[in-house]
């Protein structure tokens, strides 16, 4: 399944949240077609928990999933956002939080999940940033502690957003993507080159990823469709 849409660039951090800032535009409504097609993609399932990635930095991802978590919230789902970037985080500039403590401090028992996680403006929505950048990523996304966030996390929230790395640049995504229930690949058109696509398809397929679908950005579809965008 392919989600696609257009998209527009060098936006500021309240235009990447244009499903919370200016709900009823295009744009906005676009987001909400791409949720109502993640959810038409599992059927016979319960989603609980999706993670955003591309092949490469700047595609749109964290862009992608925030506004995502947006519509979903305002569907009256109580969602979680969490940045697993932990090499490059970003939810905490969009959202405009403190990093001090976040999904790190979480893991390595420095702090509660209650205390890490903040409270928004937007209902129904909480955020938990990446924390301080740790000096082992992909082994605490793979540790038993990140099982065990989830199934806290899963007893409180009806659905958990991650924004994860781009998938060929670290194996973080491939971690991260076999624990979740579904996939979003965020793909720039006219940008990411046909073998990055192919290769970050194989390397999450090896990883028994399940891919909801594609969001294509930036892609020119004709003067009378709406926009989407998704620029980091």
């Known amino acids: 399944m392919v989600f ?3 998209t527009k660039s060098n936006l500021n951090s309240k235009r990447k949240l244009i499903a919370a800032n200016d709900p009823k535009s295009p744009i906005s409504e676009q987001y909400r077609t791409i949720r109502t097609n993640i959810q038409f993609s599992v059927i016979d399932t319960e989603l609980r928990s999706v993670m955003a990635t591309s092949s490469v930095p700047g595609e749109g991802k964290s862009t ?26 970003t939810m905490h500039y969009t959202f405009n939080l403190s990093n001090t403590i976040g999904l790190t401090s ?5 702090s509660s999940l209650a205390l890490a996680v ?12 990446s924390g301080p950048v ?13 099982l065990h966030f989830l199934n806290d996390a899963y007893n409180i929230y ?31 058109s006219g940008k990411t080159e046909k073998e990055s696509i192919v290769k970050a398809k194989e390397l999450l397929q090896s990883a028994n990823t399940k891919i909801l679908g594609t969001v294509l950005n930036n892609k020119e579809i004709n003067e009378n469709q709406y926009y989407y965008y998704g620029n980091e």
Do not use: W, Y
């Not at 979480?106 to 420095?110: A, D, E, H």
């Not at 740790?134 to 990140?146: F, K, R, T, W």
């Not at 957003?161 to 690949?185: E, K, R, Y």
């Open 64 to 89: 992608t999933i925030s506004n995502l978590a947006v519509v979903f919230a305002q569907q009256g789902k109580k969602v979680l956002l969490v940045d697993a970037d932990l090499r490059k985080p």
């Open 106 to 110: 979480v893991l390595t028992k420095q």
């Open 4 to 6: 696609k849409g257009k």
């Open 134 to 146: 740790p000096p082992n990523p992909s082994e605490l996304l793979g540790s038993n502690a990140m």
């Open 118 to 129: 903040r409270e928004i403006a937007i209902e129904n929505l909480s955020v938990l940033s």
């Open 158 to 188: 009806d659905l958990i957003l991650f924004d994860a790395p781009p998938v060929l640049a670290v194996t973080d995504a491939q971690i991260l993507s076999n624990i979740c229930d579904g996939t979003i690949f965020v793909v720039h």
